[in-house]
């Protein structure tokens, strides 16, 4: 009786607690929903975590509702952010989990959304490599067939899927599909939400892990979509491309990649750049498992996401090569190779999984050369090869043709974080485009598969943001190369005139440039002033975008692409390369200086953001 009464005073104080988000503050919220939250990349500057976030949010709502005050936009921009990437985490999506974590009686950090309806299973499987889980799905179908469950193993998920109510099982974790009922469930399936609740069984930290790595959290127009639905006002519709608009897309990423056009092998298309990876190592996985060769410095997120699948995965293993400062690109691949050749224990298939340019250093590798050391390795090792190109700096660059020009038989996939370029960052998306082969048609037609089983492929309100920006992005990447050769040119003179020292640029070559590689990026490592010490000189290349971000033109962010007349400047070791290891982001690093990485919008004024520049070091010199 006392147990009843303390649920019956519990659940009268949640209700207490949401009346006013549900009845006041949320219709307020979305009315006053500041437009760059609906964006995909957020400042950096005050940046909260989610909980943070949630808090700061809480106490706004909370405040007003005392005073009586509205909530303005100015009122949720001073809040913060979330995250800076909306890969990670959204302020809409955070809302949006905010609200059913008071629903649930919940802290927000054991409420987590996902674009997908299946990786909320698959990330607490992933979490806990060969553990148990125990799924009871109530009335509801198995989401997944045996021959997916076989799959999932692979990844050393150990899912056991049975009908009807929760049961508790010693020394196992327990998921139960939302309103299934029984007890003992130590997380609960929602349509694309997780429910925690047990944390001790479930590591909410590891769940958010798995989730920027491999899914998103739900899409910006969805989840404000259910945030109006909650609120009991006009959510409206969400919009979808037509099944043409679809079709031309399609036909416009097997373009840019520079191969024909083949609606038999549509490229496959998905809610971000990671999940699409993520599915194309799990198709080289389940094709019987492939020896992963990339830079040490590649983008974070992709290094990350390597590591994660060489710790589960038996059938996928990661393997680098170095590019940082003087080291020749092409050369480091052709040593990496030749050392693998005659290692014993490498996987039926090697890739080399490469960017082009590099990410932060903008270097362009030789195709021919890179082809021959694959075809080296294969005769030496016995192993098939393919080469996979991330083409994100420069999407319209048509390197399948480079390739097909040197050997047409050569298997070759492309993959595209379309999150920035190609929507003109105005939605997440990554694409795997196949070129002509049969080898590479194959690893496609497995992707697809798996991007069903993970419920990862983009989401419609996507398809509709990529279908209706793609168009013109060729003519905007040279616009912001254009932009970026300018003022980089201007910003060396910059040094040398504040520093007497001739400063490298790291940017793509004219020649390269010239060929489609028409990158928006260039990185740089700025002088050691005379006489600093170890701590001033680590400090040097956050002070300087400190400094320039403090103006309009810029802004301090991760990602690049953005139509928006914005420079984004960023230091790769703390952000896009903060899950690279110490040792690896050192070597980055010029006499303890290290990286600045700016990118540059189509449009800019270049004047301007030159002037902020040299301004920004003269007061640091």
């Known amino acids: 009786k006392l147990q009843f009464l303390y649920l019956i005073a519990l659940l009268c104080t ?14 307020q919220l979305l009315a006053a929903l500041p437009q760059e939250w609906r964006g995909t990349t957020f400042k950096n500057s005050r940046l909260l975590g989610r909980e943070g976030f949630a808090a700061g949010l809480k106490e706004l709502v909370e405040e007003r509702a005392r005073s009586g005050g509205a909530i303005s936009e100015a009122d949720l921009v001073a809040v913060g952010n979330a995250e800076d990437y909306l890969r990670v985490s959204s302020n809409v999506s955070t809302t949006l989990e905010m609200v059913l974590a008071e629903e649930r009686g919940l802290p927000v950090a054991q409420v987590l959304t996902f674009a997908s309806r299946h990786m909320p299973i698959i990330a607490v499987c992933l979490s806990k490599p060969s553990a148990p889980v125990h799924l009871y799905t109530g009335a509801q179908a198995a989401p997944f067939s045996p021959a997916e469950l076989e799959k999932l193993q692979q990844l050393g998920a150990n899912l056991h899927i049975a009908e009807g109510a929760a049961q508790p099982h010693a020394d196992a974790t327990v998921l139960s599909m939302d309103g299934a009922g ?51 006002v006009d959510a409206g519709s969400i919009a979808e491309p037509t099944p043409e608009e679809l079709d031309t897309f399609h036909g416009a990423l097997q373009k840019y990649s520079g191969t024909e056009r083949d609606a038999e092998a549509n490229p496959v298309v998905f809610t971000a750049g990671l999940p699409a990876i993520s599915s194309m190592y799990l198709s080289f996985v389940t094709l019987g498992g492939a020896d992963i060769v990339m830079c040490s410095t590649a983008y974070g997120g992709s290094n990350q996401l390597t590591q994660i699948f060489d710790e589960r995965a038996n059938l996928l293993k990661r393997h680098t090569f170095d590019i940082q400062g003087d080291i020749d690109v092409t050369q480091s691949i052709e040593n990496r190779l030749a050392d693998m050749s005659s290692q014993e224990g490498l996987l039926p298939r090697t890739v080399l999984f490469v960017e082009i340019p590099t990410n932060p250093d903008m270097k362009i590798p030789e195709i021919a050369r890179i082809l021959k050391a694959l075809k080296e390795h294969k ?16 999407p319209g660059s048509g390197v399948m043709a480079r390739v097909r020009e040197v050997d047409p038989d050569f298997p070759v996939l492309v993959f595209i974080s379309m999150s920035k370029s190609v929507s003109r960052g105005l939605t997440t998306a990554g694409t795997i485009v196949a070129n002509h082969t049969s080898a590479a048609k194959e690893v496609l037609a497995e992707v697809r598969h798996t991007a069903g089983m993970l419920d990862t492929a983009a989401k419609p309100d996507q398809l509709k943001f990529l279908c209706d920006n793609h168009d013109g992005v060729t003519q905007r990447c040279q616009a ?12 060396v003179e910059a040094v040398k005139a504040a520093t007497g020292a001739t400063m490298g640029l790291q940017f793509v ?15 740089f490592n700025l002088p050691a002033p005379a006489g600093a010490t170890a701590e001033q000189k680590e400090a040097l290349a956050q002070n300087f975008v400190t400094l320039i971000t403090a103006h309009a033109e810029f802004k301090p962010c991760v990602s690049f692409g953005q139509d928006n007349g914005l420079v984004y400047a960023t230091v790769p070791a703390t952000s896009t390369q903060g899950a690279i290891s110490e040792a690896d982001k050192g070597k980055q690093a010029a006499d303890g200086v290290q990286l600045v990485r700016l990118s540059f919008p189509p449009t800019c004024n270049r004047e301007a953001v030159l002037s902020h520049m040299a301004n920004a070091l003269k007061e640091l010199y």
């Open 379 to 394: 005769a030496k090792s016995g192993k098939e090869v393919m080469l996979a190109v991330d083409t994100t700096f420069a």
């Open 14 to 27: 949640i209700a207490r607690i949401m009346a006013p988000v549900f009845q006041t503050a949320l219709p």
């Open 509 to 523: 070559q004219p020649e390269h440039a010239a060929v489609g590689y028409t990158t928006s990026t260039f990185s």
């Open 182 to 232: 029984g007890e003992g469930a130590h997380a609960l399936i929602g349509d694309c939400v997780l429910y925690v609740t047990d944390p001790a069984q479930i590591c909410p930290a590891a769940m958010l892990t798995l989730r920027k790595r491999m899914a998103t959290p739900l899409t910006t127009p969805v989840a404000e979509h259910k945030l109006k639905t909650l609120a009991g």
């Open 480 to 491: 912001a190369y254009d932009n970026a050769s300018t003022v980089g040119a201007g910003f």
